[in-house]
């Protein structure tokens, strides 16, 4: 950590009306809609981080992730400067930031994150010309209940302003801990890309993994595409 405290800026804007999520708390849209349109990602991420307990979010740890498709970069970089400034105190990122919406649901599972963040349109095509998706995974690893998709989408409606770290940059090609201090903050903002968590996937057929749940050795985490399974 070097020099002084990064500045936590509060923005003006105004609400979309059609950022309803779908599928268990995600929101897909036209590639050129979230680069184009002004704010049109920030107020979404603002209202997923909203809709979190302030006393849940303040200091907790998320996951983000990424298919790797065009925008991700510069989406996984406001969605780090964005909860900085919310007050989510550690996000882990793997390498490059591309993660597998399983894989985001496991690691939350894993380390007890309080959520994650993928930025994903899963089987949709990418590209400027094609589809960008935000999903929100809950504490459990599960797709946003209803209950937690319809404050998101209220939040969404009315939404004013948005809390960010605009100068707040990350390596995403380095391993390693990026630590950050912020103005107004009480404890230091971590990027952690590697925390040593074993995570495996072993191709087997399906009979080993029905011993194994059957024994209460193992738990499958599917993936909910926008309200199909």
């Given at each position: 950590?070097?020099?002084?405290?990064?500045?936590?800026?509060?923005?003006?804007?105004?609400?979309?009306?059609?950022?309803?999520?779908?599928?268990?708390?995600?929101?897909?849209?036209?590639?050129?809609?979230?680069?184009?349109?002004?704010?049109?990602?920030?107020?979404?991420?603002?209202?997923?981080?909203?809709?979190?307990?302030?006393?849940?979010?303040?200091?907790?740890?998320?996951?983000?992730?990424?298919?790797?498709?065009?925008?991700?970069?510069?989406?996984?970089?406001?969605?780090?400067?964005?909860?900085?400034?919310?007050?989510?105190?550690?996000?882990?990122?793997?390498?490059?930031?591309?993660?597998?919406?399983?894989?985001?649901?496991?690691?939350?599972?894993?380390?007890?994150?309080?959520?994650?963040?993928?930025?994903?349109?899963?089987?949709?095509?990418?590209?400027?010309?094609?589809?960008?998706?935000?999903?929100?995974?809950?504490?459990?690893?599960?797709?946003?209940?209803?209950?937690?998709?319809?404050?998101?989408?209220?939040?969404?409606?009315?939404?004013?302003?948005?809390?960010?770290?605009?100068?707040?940059?990350?390596?995403?090609?380095?391993?390693?801990?990026?630590?950050?201090?912020l103005e107004n903050k009480f404890k230091p903002f971590r990027v952690a890309k590697s925390m040593k968590v074993p995570v495996y996937e072993t191709p087997a057929g399906w009979r080993f993994f029905s011993n194994l749940?059957?024994?209460?050795?193992?738990?499958?985490?599917?993936?909910?595409?926008?309200?199909?399974?």
């Amino acid at each position: 950590t070097e020099g002084s405290p990064i500045p936590v800026l509060t923005v003006p804007t105004a609400p979309y009306e059609d950022q309803r999520p779908a599928g268990g708390g995600g929101l897909r849209r036209p590639t050129g809609l979230f680069e184009g349109q002004r704010n049109y990602l920030p107020n979404f991420i603002q209202s997923v981080l909203s809709s979190i307990d302030l006393r849940d979010r303040q200091g907790c740890t998320m996951v983000v992730g990424s298919d790797g498709r065009c925008f991700s970069r510069t989406a996984i970089e406001i969605v780090v400067q964005m909860a900085a400034a919310n007050g989510i105190g550690r996000l882990i990122i793997v390498q490059n930031g591309i993660l597998s919406t399983p894989a985001v649901s496991c690691i939350i599972r894993k380390i007890k994150a309080a959520g994650g963040i993928i930025l994903t349109a899963s089987h949709c095509p990418g590209g400027p010309g094609g589809e960008f998706g935000v999903k929100f995974k809950v504490a459990n690893g599960g797709p946003a209940p209803d209950v937690v998709s319809d404050k998101i989408y209220q939040i969404s409606k009315t939404i004013e302003e948005y809390a960010i770290c605009p100068d707040l940059r990350i390596d995403l090609s380095r391993l390693g801990r990026q630590e950050f201090d912020l103005e107004n903050k009480f404890k230091p903002f971590r990027v952690a890309k590697s925390m040593k968590v074993p995570v495996y996937e072993t191709p087997a057929g399906w009979r080993f993994f029905s011993n194994l749940m059957d024994s209460g050795r193992c738990n499958l985490c599917g993936e909910e595409s926008f309200g199909t399974v």
